[in-house]
């Protein structure tokens, strides 16, 4: 069993940076792949980035191509979200996952589907 916790949420102005960890538990990271989503209010949640168990393949979503970074570190168990350039559209607690398909999977298949969930962190950006 994996427990995953966000952390590195809060209040950004519109422009600017925040970067998000994921720490996992109870399992060995670098086993499966890793992803992040995110749920603004009143929508679905959706799917934000994903990296492979090695870290040698990420996968972004159109809207945040250019300018966020996802990256892992399997020593740590951890993985990142590096968000920059950030809109107030972006709004929106934002979740880890982890799966043992791969990150072109993760990316396509129903949410409901992939094997673990973090609780989730609030990022909010203020226009």
């Known amino acids: 069993q994996v427990q995953l916790v966000e952390s590195g949420g809060g209040l950004v102005q519109a422009g600017g940076s925040l970067s998000l960890s994921c720490a996992a538990s109870?399992?060995?990271?670098?086993?499966?792949?890793m992803g992040w989503f995110r749920r603004a209010p009143g929508e679905e949640r959706e799917f934000v980035a994903a990296?492979?168990?090695?870290?040698?393949?990420?996968y972004y979503a159109d809207s945040v191509k250019g300018r966020f970074t996802i990256s892992r570190a399997n020593a740590k168990n951890t993985v990142y979200l590096q968000m920059n350039s950030l809109k107030p559209e972006e709004t929106a607690v934002y979740y880890c996952?982890?799966?043992?398909?791969?990150?072109?999977?993760?990316?396509?298949?129903?949410?409901?589907?992939?094997?673990?969930w973090g609780q989730g962190t609030q990022v909010t950006v203020s226009s």
């Open positions: 996952a982890a799966d043992t398909r791969t990150a072109q999977a993760m990316r396509v298949i129903g949410q409901d589907l992939l094997g673990y």
């Open positions: 109870g399992g060995t990271s670098r086993s499966y792949t």
């Open positions: 990296i492979s168990q090695s870290g040698g393949t990420t």
